[in-house]
Every structure is written in C-alpha cells, then in structure tokens.
C-alpha cells in the first residue's frame, strides 16, 4: 500500500464548478501536510498547507481529517488556470522528507 | 535570483555514461531535498541534506548515485553507468523547515539512450 494515495483522475469539470479531492495517508504519526500543484512538465508548487482547523486561500479550502487520516482540497468557481495536476504530500513523521501522492489531474473545460 | 537553480535543464546521455546535475538552493535554506520523477507519478524521495549533513537516503538510490552538499551551499547529483531506467526529471528542492514548505527547482530532465 502507498503511503499517499490519490485519486489519479483524470477530473473534467467545466467552468465555475466546484471539485474536491481526496488524500488518504497511512502514517497516523505524521504532523504536517501540503498540497502542491503541478503543471504538465514543470516544477511542483506549494499551494496551501493542511491544517485540522481548515484552511482557506480564495477559492481553494483544505482540510484534514486525523480520524479518518484522509486530506481534503475543495476548488470552488473553477477556472481554466486551475487545469493542473494536484499533489497530496505528507510530510514523514521525524523527518523531514515529503512524502508525494501520484497527483490527480485536474482539467477544466470552457 | 531568489528561486532554486537547476543546471542543466536537459541532458541526453548514452546508456553507460556519468552524468552530474547541480542544485543551488535559496541561499538562507539550509536543508536541501533531491527528489526523482518520472511520467504519471509523484515525485519520489532520493535524499537530503541538513547543511552539509546528509541525513537520510532512500533505498531507490542504488550504489550508482552520490550526492554531495560541499559546505552546505550547492549540490551536486551523480549517477554514474547510466541506465534506461534512470531517465527521469531530478528536482532539487530547498526549505528552512517542515512548517514552511519546500521550494522546487525546475528540474533537470534525463534521457538515456
């Protein structure tokens, strides 16, 4: 089993929809969580951190969920620049290394 | 330049040959991350370095590949006797700790021939 996994997609969504994803980590030990977003053949790019509480930045909420040990990321009024790939990454526990789910790919369409 | 630093940007290597990439990381990070990704996946963890330290390798860095962080500022990847399965994007990427987020370099994108 993966230690992140991810709904690879890919998800077709037109404009101004709303989209969620989900992550499901298997470490319970793990204490800091990230979405990155990954555009085809460039470099990965922090998003959001991954709080309990949620975290929002404009459109883009996410959440985590330790009883469950699944990561959300909600997308609301989707736009044609969020055509990405989203990377769920964990942080593992005592050290510092990322930990990448495979990424889900996003595509919105006019 | 504020950003991480990737050199090359490509590189075609016949199969057998010894390539060398470089990393140059933001210049008040001091932990540096080397991370292998190849199409439809995630990246993957290589290694990382504290300073000079190397503090953790992965058990996918076969005895082919070294890195070093010489006093704690750039870094260098070797792979030597390359092979198909190596061809991949190598991304550098550098953080002054976990709560902050890592900042990815552009990569430099392997092919061996």
């Known amino acids: 089993r993966k230690e992140v996994e991810q709904d690879p997609g890919p998800f077709n969504v037109p404009e101004g929809a709303t989209v969620a994803f989900n992550c499901t980590y298997s470490n319970s030990a793990s204490q800091s969580f990230f979405w990155y977003r990954q555009d085809c053949r460039k470099e990965p790019k922090l998003l959001m951190s991954?709080?309990?509480s949620g975290n929002e930045d404009g459109r883009f909420t996410a959440q985590l969920n330790r009883a469950s040990q699944y990561i959300s990321l909600l997308i609301r009024d989707s736009k044609l620049s969020d055509s990405a790939t989203y990377l769920c990454?964990?942080?593992?526990?005592?050290?510092?290394?990322?930990?990448f789910g495979t990424g889900t790919r996003l595509q919105v369409f006019p | 330049d504020t950003g991480v630093s990737q050199d090359p940007r490509h590189k075609i290597t016949k199969r057998g040959q010894n390539v060398t990439f470089r990393c140059d990381p933001i210049s008040e990070h001091n932990r540096l991350y080397w991370y292998r990704q190849t199409l439809g996946q995630g990246p993957e963890f290589l290694t990382y370095f504290q300073n000079e330290a190397q503090l953790e390798k992965s058990r996918l860095l076969s005895d082919r590949f070294s890195a070093e962080r010489p006093k704690g500022s750039f870094s260098t990847l070797e792979i030597q006797r390359t092979e198909q399965g190596d061809s991949a994007m190598y991304l550098c990427a550098s953080s002054s700790g976990e709560y902050y987020g890592y900042t990815f370099g552009s990569g430099t994108r392997l092919t061996v021939v």
């Open positions: 991954v709080y309990s």
């Open positions: 990454v964990q942080v593992a526990y005592n050290t510092d290394k990322l930990i």
